[in-house]
């Protein structure tokens, strides 16, 4: 079966500071994976998805860049964060094939920003 | 382009009342609609789905249908829990690689 996970769990980081977060999915090949982000109050956001390794696609500018070094694995990152980088972090995949596919989130990372 | 629109929170019920959230969208074509559910402190779960006009997506007692013809899956519970608390987000797929979400509703159920 597949599996997707995202780490760390949680992480309290200065302004300024680098930032990584890190996704895998297990039990499946050339998924599209996505970055979403969910600030407090407010629904969730888009960042990047991708559908292939290296291809990485923008939804918003932003201080964030995302990557893709290899089939299932997805990183998002910052070199400095951002008060406004705080929120909820989430990793998801979806099977490469048509729309009616359902897609599969992670667990979360909660990132505030002090 | 394709958009979710949800029924603004935060909502608050008793246990046992009965439960809408309104789900509306702007879509060409024939989208799939989805409901997810995010409990306090965890990331997203879908909660139910559907592929194509008048099919109707049910799960743990939740149910929405797919309305073409008003562009809307409203989800409904008959009689809410408390541990129904959580956020509701109505969500659309369409051909392209990405979801598109509501801003989500907020529930809270008192007991």
């Known amino acids: 079966s597949q599996t997707i996970h995202q780490w760390p769990a949680t992480l309290v980081q200065p302004v300024g500071s680098p930032l990584s977060l890190e996704c895998t999915v297990e039990g499946t090949s050339n998924p599209n994976l996505y970055w979403y982000r969910q600030a407090a109050g407010r629904g969730l956001q888009l960042l990047f998805y991708s559908v292939g390794i290296g291809q990485i696609s923008s939804e918003v500018p932003q201080n964030l860049s995302a990557s893709r070094p290899q089939d299932r694995q997805f990183i998002l990152s910052s070199k400095k964060l951002l008060l406004s980088d705080s929120g909820f972090y989430l990793c998801?995949?979806?099977?490469?094939?048509?729309?009616?596919?359902?897609?599969?989130f992670g667990e979360g990372s909660w990132l505030t920003v002090v | 382009g394709n958009s979710v629109t949800q029924m603004e929170g935060p909502v608050t019920l008793s246990e046992e009342a009965f439960l809408t959230i309104n789900c509306t969208y702007t879509?060409?074509?024939?989208?799939?609609l989805f409901w997810y559910v995010q409990y306090p402190g965890e990331g997203l779960q879908l909660l139910l789905k559907?592929?194509?006009?008048?099919d109707k997506g049910s799960n743990k007692g939740f149910e929405a249908t797919y309305r073409k013809e008003t562009t809307s899956f409203h989800l409904e519970k008959g009689s809410v829990q408390v541990s129904d608390s959580a956020v509701y987000f109505c969500?659309?797929?369409?051909?392209?690689?990405?979801?598109?979400f509501g801003q989500g509703t907020r529930l809270t159920i008192n007991p």
């Open positions: 559907a592929t194509k006009a008048d």
């Open positions: 969500a659309l797929h369409q051909g392209a690689q990405k979801l598109v």
């Open positions: 998801a995949w979806r099977p490469n094939r048509d729309s009616g596919n359902t897609i599969y």
């Open positions: 879509a060409t074509g024939y989208p799939s």
